[in-house]
């Protein structure tokens, strides 16, 4: 039996190669610690969140005389919301308007159009505000991305946003019918109470606007929630003369 003494050189050379594998233990460990982090720091900070600011904000708690809804900035002074919700008043009147997640932006809007829904059905639901001052959301808040709700299909996620009870909510779900009894509604899981009425339904992977959230069922069959289609509000308000996005 052979026998190999470890000398000083050896030893030193031996101390080495056990230092590079040390060295290089601690980069790949550093390597695959950092993207954890970067993404922990992400998900504390709402970065990667399903739901960014951009479809928060535009969304306001809107007070009547008569009680409190939702509203949806569409355009640089337009706004969408549920006829139901201004329809006791009239064409003309004026409404407040208070954006929670922009620094609480408070301002007014006129009704220029309310959705005949007794006439003409539910899918009329909807109607059309206008601010008083032109220049009153002065960059602090950008208008919702519409996006169509031709593209959205069933079980795709979406989130619901509004102010029920007159406080902030967001909620999340899927469409669960996209063709309710073949009328102009989508069916979706996501939560909403009343005070929602006004308030959007976004798709979740495109993160735009697709519906305007209306209803919601009670008692046996709580936890659905209506809003209907934003392709046919659009082609319906075009009819009118009126675009959403001005």
């Not at 969304?59 to 006791?88: M, P, Q, W, Y």
């Not at 519409?146 to 909620?171: C, E, H, M, Q, W």
């Not at 019918?177 to 939560?191: C, I, P, Q, S, Y």
């Amino acid at each position: 039996m052979k026998y190999i003494f470890i000398g000083p050189i050896a030893q030193a050379a031996k101390r080495r190669i056990i230092y590079k594998k040390l060295e290089f233990a601690t980069y790949i460990l550093f390597a695959c610690l950092v993207p954890l982090f970067v993404i922990y720091v992400g998900f504390k900070s709402e970065i990667f969140t399903s739901a960014s600011y951009d479809i928060v904000k535009p969304v306001a708690l809107l007070t009547t005389s008569r009680g409190t809804g939702s509203a949806i900035l569409t355009g640089k002074t337009r706004f969408l919301t549920a006829a139901h919700v201004v329809e006791k008043g009239k064409v003309g009147d004026i409404v407040e308007l208070d954006f929670e997640k922009a620094d609480d932006l408070k301002t007014q809007a006129k009704v220029i159009f309310i959705g005949d829904r007794i006439n003409l059905g539910d899918e009329y639901d909807f109607a059309v505000l206008e601010l008083t001052d032109r220049n009153a959301m002065n960059g602090r808040v950008v208008p919702i991305n519409l996006g169509s709700s031709a593209s959205a299909k069933l079980n795709d996620r979406v989130i619901v946003v509004g102010y029920p009870a007159a406080g902030f909510s967001l909620t999340n779900g899927v469409i669960s019918n996209d063709k309710v009894n073949k009328t102009e509604f989508f069916l979706v899981d996501a939560g909403a109470w009343p005070g929602n009425s006004g308030g959007a339904l976004i798709n979740e992977n495109a993160q735009k606007l697709t519906g305007l959230v209306v209803a919601r069922t009670i008692g046996n069959f709580s936890g659905r929630t209506y809003a209907i289609k934003l392709d046919f509000i659009i082609s319906k308000l075009k009819a009118e003369g009126l675009d959403l996005t001005q």
